[in-house]
C-alpha cells in the first residue's frame, strides 16, 4: 500500500473551472508538499505545507491556488479558475527517511 | 532559472555496465543533495542522497559523488540492470536539507540494454 495517495489519478476539466486534487498520507505527517511537473519540463515546487499553515510559496501558487487540511489526514490542493497551462502531473509529497521525499503517483490534471 | 543542471536528456548503456548520470548546480547555498527514480505514470522514488560535508554517499549499487567546487554531482549506477531504466532526477535543497523545499533538474532518461 502506498505512504502517499493521490486522487484522483487523471482529471479533465473546461477552463476556468475550479479542480482539487487529494493527498491523503498513510502516516501521520506534518509536512506536506506540493509539486507539479509539464510535460517535458522539469519537476516544479509549488508550496510546502506545515502545521495547517503555508511554510513556503512558489511564484507559481498566485491567488488562484490554495491548500488546506479539511479534516487532519487529507491534503487538497485547489485551483479556483485553471487556465490551459495548468495543464500538468501534480504531485503531493510528504518527508520520508534521509529527508527524502516520498511522492505519491500523481494527478494527471487536463484542462481543455 | 535553471539552478540544477542535467544537460544529458537521455543515457543508453548496457546492461551489467556502469550507469554514470551527471548533474551540475550553480546555486552556492545547496547544501544537499539528492537523486530521484521515475518511472512513467508513477511519482518520483528517493533513491540516495549526500550532504555538502561529504563527497561520496554508497548505498548497494549506487553511489552518488559530490564535487563542491566544480558545483558537480554524479550518481554511479553498477552494475546497471534493465530494470534501472527510468527517468533520474537529480535535486537539491538549501539550508540543511531537511524539510526545505527542493529544486529539481529536467531529468535524464536512462535506458539500459539487457
Known amino acids: 500500500e502506498p505512504e502517499v495517495t493521490q486522487t484522483p489519478s487523471h482529471q479533465v476539466t473546461q477552463m476556468g473551472q475550479e479542480v482539487i486534487l487529494r493527498c491523503v498520507p498513510i502516516s501521520n505527517h506534518l509536512y506536506f508538499y506540493w509539486y507539479r511537473q509539464i510535460l517535458g519540463q522539469k519537476v516544479e515546487f509549488l508550496v510546502s505545507?506545515?502545521?495547517?499553515?503555508?511554510?513556503?510559496k512558489s511564484e507559481i501558487f498566485d491567488d488562484q491556488f490554495s491548500v488546506e487540511r479539511p479534516d487532519g489526514s487529507n491534503f487538497t490542493l485547489k485551483i479556483r479558475s485553471t487556465k490551459l497551462e495548468d495543464s500538468a502531473m501534480y504531485f503531493c509529497?510528504?518527508?520520508?527517511?534521509?529527508?527524502?521525499?516520498?511522492f505519491g503517483s500523481g494527478t494527471r490534471l487536463t484542462v481543455v | 532559472d535553471q539552478q540544477v543542471k542535467q544537460n544529458s536528456p537521455s543515457l543508453s548503456v548496457q546492461e551489467g555496465r556502469i550507469s554514470i548520470l551527471n548533474c551540475d548546480y550553480t546555486n552556492s547555498m545547496f547544501d544537499y543533495f539528492l537523486w530521484y527514480k521515475k518511472y512513467p505514470a508513477e511519482g518520483p522514488t528517493f533513491l540516495i542522497s549526500i550532504s555538502s560535508i561529504k563527497d561520496k554517499n554508497e548505498d548497494g549499487r549506487f553511489t552518488v559523488f559530490l564535487n563542491k567546487s566544480a558545483k558537480h554531482l554524479s550518481l554511479h549506477i553498477v552494475p546497471s540492470q534493465p530494470g534501472d531504466s527510468a527517468v533520474y532526477f537529480c535535486a537539491a535543497s538549501a539550508q540543511g536539507g531537511g524539510y526545505q523545499k527542493v529544486t529539481f533538474g529536467i531529468g535524464t532518461k536512462l535506458q539500459v540494454i539487457p
Open positions: 509529497a510528504t518527508v520520508g527517511t534521509a529527508y527524502g521525499y516520498t
Open positions: 505545507f506545515y502545521n495547517n499553515e503555508i511554510s513556503e
